[in-house]
């Protein structure tokens, strides 16, 4: 089928590229020119486990580019909405990019003759496909959806780092429609997937997601609460959860206490349902405290190391690990930044090392912070070294070269302990 991604973000470049790798024939749209460069060198601009390969295979052939939407979105038969939904400061939901998309396609499909489908798959909160998406696409277009076009509401669970994987063999697919027509269009685009696929409403769709990611923040923060209580009394959270998870009830997922969770989904989204429940005059209180747990842990490491070196002014401190977790480069409410914000007010010399995400890094903090190119320079002469990422590479390291070989380890990683003061977060 012809298919057109609106964003090529770690979304829509991984949905592109993964349904031109089924068959299909792709044209991701972007403004952004660099990234556009970047995927028709068969680069990939995000770094992501495995995309630069499907899209090297591609590009040219099943996977094109564009910057021109008009005659992408007149080419294809199904436009893919994948563009970001941020947070507003208050935590709710910032719909300015899907406004826009859905006003430019509403008024490409003006023109265009024959039924179109639109899929949104970016996040948004349950009643906006339908009061926001379907709303300005009829204004701009003119036509009626469900009769000359379609709505399908199909959401995302792409684990940043696996999310090739995730998105080629997915546990399962969700199709939020309100008519057949929309329902047999977008499965027979999926007819290649082996996973169960699930038919709603728009709105339960929308919801699935939310109540998903929220479930998982809640699951993190409950382990690092545990883990919290854990280290008060002198028993490794870990071994708790190993023995938690031979009950297939609960897992071993999600249970790994630290830092928390960060990236551009659970934060973001948990937020916007507390957000949204709020205006809906109901207090989600778990989903209030997931939140404030999940911030309080950077603190808490802070607070590890102040005990153990008295002040931080002046002290050379080396950050490992700058990404919210091992196997991606984004650092989006990654535990680093209220780290950095924190040794920066005390006056502390910062040098940070992450094997990915340095320059993402760089542009937010510029000539504040030191960049080194290993871990080994990292440490040398450092008096702390705080681990954020839980990168494979961080689990040997040469200790000696550091002035003091103080490091908290905010996951776990560390498996050299000899000849160093070494403090687990909540273990």
Request: aromatic share 8%.
């Amino acid at each position: 089928m012809d298919v057109s991604v609106i964003g090529t973000g770690y979304v829509g470049l991984v949905t592109g590229a993964g349904l031109a790798e089924k068959g299909h024939s792709v044209i991701c749209y972007d403004i952004i020119k660099e990234k556009i460069k970047d995927i028709e060198r068969g680069v990939s601009p995000i770094y992501e486990r495995g995309l630069d390969t499907i899209i090297k295979r591609n590009i040219g052939g099943k996977l094109n580019t564009s910057m021109d939407l008009k005659s992408t979105i007149t080419d294809t038969e199904i436009t893919f909405i994948c563009v970001g939904t941020p947070s507003n400061q208050d935590g709710s939901i910032n719909l300015r990019y899907v406004k826009n998309a859905c006003k430019e396609i509403g008024s490409i499909l003006k023109e265009k003759e024959g039924y179109h489908l639109i899929v949104v798959k970016s996040t948004v909160v349950p009643g906006t496909t339908e009061d926001v998406v379907i709303k300005l696409i009829e204004e701009s277009s003119g036509k009626k959806a469900y009769r000359d076009f379609g709505v399908v509401m199909s959401p995302e669970f792409l684990r940043e780092g696996v999310a090739v994987q995730d998105f080629l063999k997915p546990d399962r697919i969700i199709i939020g429609v309100n008519d057949k027509r929309s329902s047999n269009k977008l499965k027979k685009l999926y007819d290649g997937f082996n996973c169960p696929i699930q038919g709603v409403d728009i709105k339960t769709a929308e919801m699935i997601k939310y109540a998903s990611n929220a479930f998982l923040a809640t699951k993190i923060s409950y382990i690092n609460e545990i883990g919290n209580i854990c280290k008060k009394l002198g028993i490794d959270v870990y071994d708790v959860a190993k023995g938690m998870a031979f009950d297939h009830r609960i897992s071993r997922y999600f249970l790994n206490a630290g830092l928390g969770f960060g990236g551009s989904c659970l934060p973001k989204d948990v937020k916007a349902l507390i957000h949204r429940a709020r205006e809906l005059d109901y207090n989600p209180i778990l989903l209030d405290s997931a939140i404030k747990v999940n911030e309080k842990q950077a603190a808490r490491m802070l607070d590890i190391a102040r005990k153990k070196l008295k002040s931080l002014e002046m002290k050379k401190v080396a950050i490992l690990g700058a990404a919210f977790k091992a196997g991606t480069d984004d650092i989006r409410e990654s535990p680093i930044h209220p780290l950095i914000n924190a040794l920066l007010k005390e006056k502390a010399e910062i040098i940070v090392y992450d094997p990915q995400a340095n320059n993402n890094l760089k542009e937010v903090y510029k000539k504040k912070i030191v960049y080194a190119k290993s871990a080994d320079d990292a440490l040398r002469n450092a008096e702390l070294a705080f681990i954020v990422t839980a990168w494979a590479e961080f689990e040997l390291l040469d200790y000696s070269l550091m002035k003091k070989a103080v490091v908290v380890d905010g996951r776990k990683v560390v498996r050299k302990k000899k000849n160093i003061d070494y403090e687990g977060l909540c273990w």
